[in-house]
């Protein structure tokens, strides 16, 4: 097992590759719908490619699937030779990235958001522990709410997804262990696995509407996981004001991708895939790339709560100081994240 210094490696003893060159390596990146700069999953892993550019003077590039059924194209378009790393982004691209691998044993491959079982020797997945950030979330939005109901949504009931979703009801359930509330979840059930998905991950109308719906029945926060959909629920919040809902950001801090709106997010989990990705292409410049796993943690950086921005001010410091001994138990496994 190696350690990073920033994150964890759960890896196969065999290692593949040769030390390259910077000015020879290319990095490239096949995104799952939504586009390159969606404003979350897609755009923070090319992020780190771009990192990867400034720092270690890669070349990058990246196609965009507009559905689906893009996927297998777009990967057979990259092979051949002129791709050192071929980066997938995204758990729907697990079928199309391990059939590629399977027939190119040569080629490295990178994929957010999935595992293989058994691991790939050419293959390394990316996977997060977001329910440790979204617990924390949860625990936040249980502690701000004016109206004791917390709104979620998801864009396809698949694990990357659902993780968010179940890390905020559980930091929701905390949250009322401690303090003696009824805070309710409304969107997601952690026991039935079953909620509210829009079945998509491009419709911001759809995002409106869903975030829309839930505010009607008494939630004052959503959290919208379901890509650039939820830049719809951060219109409907700029139109009602922060008084009246607030939204919460997935993977990447919105506050910043999503300016014009930034005022709206209470905060974001941060889902830190720039940092593994630019790992993953200085392993692999270095010949140590090795299949099998990333996990990205509260720990090692890998997942977080972005800063609070323009509700630095509206938190309580007895909220905040929770929010610190919560973060630091989960760490130290005293808060166990998951249904209990």
């Known amino acids: 097992m190696m350690i990073s210094r920033k994150l964890a ?67 057979n378009s990259l092979l051949g030779g002129q791709c050192d790393i071929i980066l997938t982004i995204g758990f729907l691209l697990g079928d199309a990235t391990q059939k590629a691998a399977a027939a190119n044993p040569d080629q490295l491959f990178s994929i957010v958001d999935f595992a293989y079982d058994p691991p790939l020797e050419n293959v390394l997945g990316q996977v997060y522990a977001t329910d440790q950030a979204a617990f924390l979330a949860g625990y936040l939005a249980a502690g701000m709410t004016e109206t004791d109901v917390i709104g979620v949504f998801g864009g396809i009931n698949i694990p990357p997804v659902t993780i968010f979703m179940d890390g905020l009801a559980w930091g929701v359930d905390h949250y009322n262990s401690v303090h003696g509330t009824e805070v309710s979840v409304l969107g997601w059930d952690p026991e039935a696995r079953e909620g509210l998905f829009t079945n998509n991950f491009e419709s911001l109308d759809d995002g409106r509407a869903f975030a829309q719906n839930l505010y009607d029945e008494g939630a004052d926060i959503v959290l919208p996981v379901a890509g650039p959909v939820g830049l719809g629920s951060a219109a409907l919040a700029n139109e009602l004001g922060t008084d009246e809902l607030k939204i919460i950001g997935v993977d990447a801090d919105l ?86």
């Open 9 to 75: 490696w759960l890896s196969l003893p065999l290692a593949l590759g040769l030390a390259t060159s910077a000015a020879a390596f290319s990095a490239c990146q096949v995104t799952d719908t939504g586009g390159i700069d969606d404003n979350s999953f897609n755009q923070t892993a090319w992020q780190g490619v771009l990192d990867a550019q400034e720092s270690l003077g890669v070349e990058g590039r990246f196609l965009e699937s507009q559905a689906e059924t893009d996927y297998e194209a777009n990967l």
């Open 255 to 340: 506050y910043l991708t999503d300016p014009e709106r930034g005022h709206v997010y209470l905060t974001s989990i941060m889902k830190r895939m720039d940092s593994t990705v630019y790992q993953v292409i200085e392993q692999t410049m270095a010949g140590e790339f090795e299949g099998g796993l990333i996990v990205g943690t509260l720990e090692n950086g890998g997942v977080d709560l972005a800063p609070f921005h323009d509700f630095e001010g509206a938190i309580p410091a007895e909220l905040k100081a929770e929010l610190t001994e919560v973060r630091a138990g989960i760490i130290d496994g005293s808060i166990a994240v998951g249904g209990q």
